[in-house]
């Protein structure tokens, strides 16, 4: 009982009280019988609620939000239906995949009523079906999928699901905003051959790489040997950075061959040793 009518039936009880011991008890009993068809009568719905009323068996209409009055005993409250999304957890254990892998899926579905008289009429029980319906399209979108796809694309999953789950409950007035799958568990052996298998892969891909890279280096040393041979003087010059950049540092030491020397231009290679004493 709402807190509207439980005033208006206190208030009526009293005045009865009141009537009775100081105008007649046939005033007070009166007023007391119009105590009681107010609180059989007097209803009130929540904004995010609806009434399903029925009348001698048929329906008479869905009542909401606010107050209302049914007639006591000819009319029937049968359904309060609840208009705010609601959320359901459900899960498949043990499920096999496209690839015979046993997995554990948790799921979760948010999903609320936009048919009030359907929930309530063409269903007993509305929030059991749809848990089941849920449990029911996991497990055969597990039968449809492969592993590496449930573990991989989520999102494509949980789409599938809603789509699925929605057609099964539009006829109850139910409508599936979201579908989320919250956990994929698969066998401990497996997840080691899977750990193994990625370390594998990455192995692979670094040794690829860095073929790749001395691919590369080889290529261009082939360059530079070409350009070197066809000009005496650019090798001239690298052999003289080389030796530069070798003895950058104080208290270096390079000990050259005689004949790297005297292939030299002699009057850089005189200025080169003014400018590094420690060349030898």
Avoid: C
């Avoid at 999304?85 to 009523?113: G, H, K, S, Y």
């Avoid at 059991?128 to 399209?137: D, G, Y």
């Amino acid at each position: 009982m709402n807190p509207i009518t439980i005033f208006v039936v206190m208030a009526l009880i009293l005045l009865g009280v009141f009537v009775g011991e100081f105008f007649g008890i046939v005033e007070g009993v009166l007023l007391g019988v119009a105590a009681v068809l107010v609180a059989l009568s007097l209803k009130m719905a929540n904004t995010w609620q609806k009434f399903v009323v029925l009348r001698a068996g048929k329906l008479q209409g869905v009542k909401g939000p606010g107050l209302f009055l049914i007639f006591p005993i000819l009319d029937q409250v049968v359904a309060v239906i609840d208009e705010r999304i609601q959320t359901t957890a459900f899960n498949a254990e043990q499920a096999l995949t496209r690839d015979t892998v046993p997995v554990n899926v948790d799921a979760i579905i948010f999903w609320r009523v936009h048919d009030s008289r359907a929930a309530a009429l063409e269903i007993t029980d509305y929030r059991t079906a749809i848990e089941r319906v849920a449990q029911t399209s996991l497990r055969e979108m597990i039968g449809s999928s492969m592993l590496s796809d449930l573990l991989s694309d989520r999102r494509s999953a949980d789409e599938r699901l809603r789509t699925a789950i929605g057609a099964k409950t539009t006829a109850w007035g139910i409508a599936v905003i979201s579908v989320e799958i919250r956990d994929v568990a698969i066998p401990g052996a497996l997840q080691d051959a899977m750990s193994r298998q990625a370390q594998a892969e990455r192995e692979k891909q670094a040794r690829i790489i860095l073929g790749s890279a001395e691919v590369a280096v080889a290529g261009q040393f082939v360059e530079a040997a070409r350009a070197y041979a066809g000009q005496p003087g650019a090798m001239q010059l690298r052999a003289m950075n080389i030796i530069y950049e070798t003895t950058k540092e104080r208290g270096a030491t390079i000990l050259m061959p005689t004949a790297m020397v005297d292939s030299m231009n002699p009057a850089v290679a005189l200025a080169l040793a003014a400018e590094k004493p420690a060349i030898k």
